[in-house]
């Protein structure tokens, strides 16, 4: 299957490009939006068309052929009065799809990042992934390459509406059904919720490192509290409530935009590395990809206040609905993965369906990059059921993973 953009690309990164030209920054003296201006004199120096181009060269490390497209998920929820974007509008909506080739009777994966990421930050796994899975990767709505509309949410089940509802709409858009969910930190989240809300359509639940567990009343947060009496702690919580998020910092940074996301990307995956650290090409790939997936229009990522308090404790935890899953589960976690395991080690004590708890080695929170071997092995083990025993047998743990 050839490498395409469907036409409807085009048609995408023209809509996007319309809207951030009604909230982009204007030069002084001008009534020209910051789009028609050339990128080096761009005080954000990126636009959608940035956001696919950076893209297609990050995938193009990825060796197995893939599809990439905008799937259509329409103006809002059949039924809902309250459109994707709340606006009058019946503009249609898509998710930003990449679909990668792979044998006849390969069970589906479908792969979620997390908060502030996108689909490309799986690029590392793709290949080995596409050999025993049809592997399908998205950008939530409002993030990456995906539609970003206004994000006018008010509340918690509002904000996981707009993410749940989204997701059903592209998996009805593309008929999937029966399919192993994946979702990564914020990405986990969304797919327990949606597990929860849609369990016909799944399974097995796989969650990497997911975010969301504990709550301020689970009494893990005496140190919550006494942070909070300081002045920097109200400084932070004021911040966090007024939906500051760290994509606002790169943005204002203007043209150093770029300089800081590469000094995190190269400060931040390779960590706990097993030493296959990213190489140079990936990096320099990587950062051009994260930056514009980061400076661009703020849209999901002003879901945080909303999901979580200040201190990251889920406001609707997912610790509190495990007796409610109906789809068999899979923890994932990194041993220095700053999400403790200890929240699903909790839920599984109330869950009514098998549950694994995997630990990786030598990897931290993006397991998936910081030790590709260990991750892939853990995933394997955890879809054996799916797997032809002729591909892959894992009839017991590998020895390189540590259950908990």
Known sequence: MSRRLSSSVARMAEEIGKADAQTSVTSPG??????????????????????????????????????????????????????????????????????????????????????????????????????????????????????????????????????????EEWRKAKNLSNFILLGHSFGGYIAAKYAIKHPEHIQHLILVGPAGFSSESDGKSEWLTKFRATWRGTVLNHLWESNFTPQTVVRGLGPWGPDLVHRYTSARFGIYSTGAVLNEEESKLLTDYVYHTLAAKASGELCLKYIFSFGAFARQPLLHSASEWKVPTTFIYGVHDWMNYQGAQEARKHMKVPCEIIRVPEAGHFVFIDNLAGFHSALFYACRRFLSPSAIDYQSLPEDLISA
Request: with cysteine.
């Open 30 to 167: 001008s009534s020209n939006s910051r789009w028609a201006w050339p990128s080096v004199l761009r005080w954000i120096p990126t636009s959608t068309d940035h956001i696919i181009a950076a893209e297609k060269r990050l995938l193009s490390l990825v060796k197995t052929p893939y599809v990439q497209e905008q799937v259509n998920i329409g103006s809002g929820p059949p039924g809902s009065k309250i459109r994707w974007f709340r606006s009058l509008s019946d503009e249609p909506r898509f998710i930003n799809t990449v679909t990668f080739d792979s044998k006849d009777g390969s069970p589906t994966l479908v792969m979620v990042h997390g908060y502030g990421a996108s689909q490309g930050f799986f690029f590392r796994n793709f290949d080995t992934l596409a050999s025993r899975f049809r592997v399908i990767a998205i950008d939530q709505l409002g993030w990456g390459g995906s539609s970003r509309p206004d994000f006018t949410c008010k509340s918690t089940e509002e904000t996981e509406a707009w993410f749940i509802d989204s997701f």
